[in-house]
């Protein structure tokens, strides 16, 4: 059974930095698409940024040059590193696998609080 267990969430003023982690069980970890999402309160679900397993990633718009997506194939981890973070990030970021076979897993989700 595949199991994300996401870290790092916290409260931050704003133009602080936090880094999240999100530790992948269960799964062939270095085929899988990982990514994070968020999640404001009475918005949708949207995507922050993707790796895939050849190491390509991808950015929504607002938060490039700011997060950087990685990943340890070694400790089944991806990672978001987020800096100069604004009131705006505040949300629940999700960690999300996606198999080569086109399954999707979620974690628990971890809030991220930005204070101006």
């Known amino acids: 059974q595949v199991q994300l267990v996401e870290s790092g969430g916290g409260l931050v003023q704003a133009g602080g930095s936090l880094r999240l982690s999100c530790v992948d069980s269960?799964?062939?970890?270095?085929?899988?698409?990982m990514g994070w999402y968020r999640q404001a309160p009475g918005k949708q679900r949207d995507l922050v940024a993707t790796i895939t397993s050849g190491g390509r990633t991808n950015y929504q718009d607002s938060v490039k040059g700011r997060f950087t997506i990685s990943r340890d194939n070694a400790k089944n981890t991806v990672y978001l590193e987020m800096n100069s973070l604004k009131p705006e990030d505040t949300a629940v970021y999700y960690c999300?696998?996606?198999?080569?076979?086109?399954?999707?897993?979620w974690g628990q989700g971890t809030q991220v609080t930005v204070s101006s």
């Open positions: 999300n696998a996606l198999t080569p076979y086109g399954l999707r897993y």
């Open positions: 269960g799964s062939i970890f270095s085929s899988n698409t």
